[in-house]
Structure formats: structure tokens, C-alpha cells
């Protein structure tokens, strides 16, 4: 079935470091690619997204690109803030309408 | 709107107990899905509607979970008999007419079963 592996946290950077989250996935076709950020206690909301290979979703400084032949979207981000100290979902959505969720990265910014 | 609300925030019960976890989702979406969330197996799918019919109640774990969807501004999920390994935070979310490409997510309900 379809599958998201996304890499272990935590993650913890300085502020203004470089960031990548690796993710990839396992599907049927082509499917719609999300991130999704959990800031604690609270539930998760869309970050960005990409629907096609090639596409490059971006929000708040984050960008994702959709690479069909790696079957990736790594998440990357030029320089953080403590603000951004959350933890990140890479999901995909199924053919069956479900949105398949990887099992969360922890990110720490120290400032 | 004010979003997807679940209800209660936090719920304290012994072994053995009924509980009951609520939602309600934002007006005109037809898709309900109920998700639990614990350190070790992460975001789990337990089950979901679209138009308050359940599509798939794969994930729901064992029969003491039973969820039900009686109209289109609410929803339960209830566990009973509560067993200490339900502790998780279980999450309401929410979509517009199937496409999923954007769910809303409730705040949860943090479950501790002692």
C-alpha cells in the first residue's frame, strides 16, 4: 500500500542554519504531496503542497520540490527561526481518499 | 468558522470506563476523519466518513472503538472498555466535497486512561 518514510528527529539547529527534512514516498500513480507543521497543542495544519511532478510548493520560507523519479519531497528552509521549532509531517494523498502521514520529524531551533 | 472543534480537551479516566470523544467539523465539509496520535506509531487513521456514511474503519483498532457520524456537525468516537494503552491525543479533522487535498485538524483531546 502507499507509504510515507520520513527521516527520525529530533532535529536540532542554531537559528539561521540551513534545514532539510528528508522524505519519500510509496504510491500508486501520482500522487498529491503535502507537508503538514504541529506546533504543540495544537493540530496539524498545511504548510505546502505540490500536485504534479516538478512542482515546487513553498510557504513561510519553506519549499518542497516534487521529484517523481526519487519519489521525494524533501522539505528545505534557507535560515530558521525559533519560531519554526514544531514537528513536520510529509503525507501523500491515496487513491482511496485517504491522506497517508509519515510518522512526524521533531524540529529544535536554539536561538 | 471557527474550525474543527473537538471537545473535551483532556480526559482522566480508570481502566475499564466509557469514553467519549466529540467533534465537530466545519460547516459544508463531508469528509470527517478520526486520527490517533502517540510517540511510538505516530499519526494513525482509525476512520473516516464522507457524507456522514464510514468509508473505512480499518484502523480502529478492536471493538471496544466505535465511531458514528449521526449528521453532518457531529461526530463520536467512543472506547469502551478504556484500557491504559489508549492514552494517545486523538485528532478530528475535516474536508470540502472528497478532494482531501487540505485537511483542517481539531486542537485534540489529550486521553490519559489510568
Known amino acids: 500500500g502507499d507509504s510515507v518514510t520520513q527521516m527520525e528527529g529530533p532535529v536540532t539547529l542554531s537559528e539561521e542554519a540551513f534545514l532539510t527534512i528528508n522524505c519519500t514516498y510509496t504510491a500508486t500513480g501520482y500522487p498529491s504531496l503535502f507537508w503538514y507543521v504541529q506546533y504543540p497543542g495544537e493540530g496539524l495544519q498545511l504548510l505546502l503542497k505540490?500536485?504534479?511532478?516538478?512542482d515546487k510548493g513553498s510557504n513561510k520560507g519553506f519549499e518542497a520540490t516534487y521529484r517523481k523519479e526519487t519519489t521525494s519531497f524533501h522539505l528545505e528552509k534557507g535560515s530558521v527561526q525559533v519560531s519554526d521549532s514544531a514537528v513536520y509531517f510529509c503525507?501523500?494523498?491515496?487513491?482511496?481518499?485517504?491522506?497517508?502521514f509519515g510518522k512526524g520529524t521533531r524540529l529544535h531551533i536554539l536561538p | 468558522d471557527a474550525g474543527v472543534i473537538q471537545s473535551p480537551r483532556h480526559e482522566v479516566t480508570e481502566m475499564g470506563q466509557e469514553v467519549t470523544l466529540r467533534c465537530k467539523p466545519i460547516?459544508?465539509?463531508?469528509?470527517l476523519f478520526w486520527y490517533r496520535q502517540t510517540m511510538m506509531r505516530g499519526l494513525e487513521l482509525l476512520i473516516y466518513?464522507?457524507?456522514?456514511?464510514?468509508?473505512?474503519d480499518s484502523g480502529m483498532p478492536e471493538d471496544r472503538f466505535s465511531a458514528k457520524m449521526p449528521n453532518a456537525s457531529f461526530s463520536t468516537l467512543k472506547i469502551q472498555p478504556s484500557e491504559p494503552r489508549d492514552s494517545a491525543v486523538y485528532f478530528c479533522?475535516?474536508?470540502?466535497?472528497?478532494?482531501?487535498?487540505?485537511?483542517?485538524f481539531g486542537s485534540g483531546t489529550q486521553l490519559s486512561v489510568l
Open positions: 466518513f464522507n457524507n456522514n456514511v464510514p468509508i473505512d
Open positions: 503525507a501523500l494523498d491515496s487513491r482511496d481518499d485517504k491522506i497517508i
Open positions: 505540490a500536485t504534479k511532478a516538478d
Open positions: 460547516s459544508g465539509h463531508n469528509s
Open positions: 479533522a475535516s474536508s470540502f466535497a472528497g478532494t482531501n487535498e487540505k485537511l483542517f
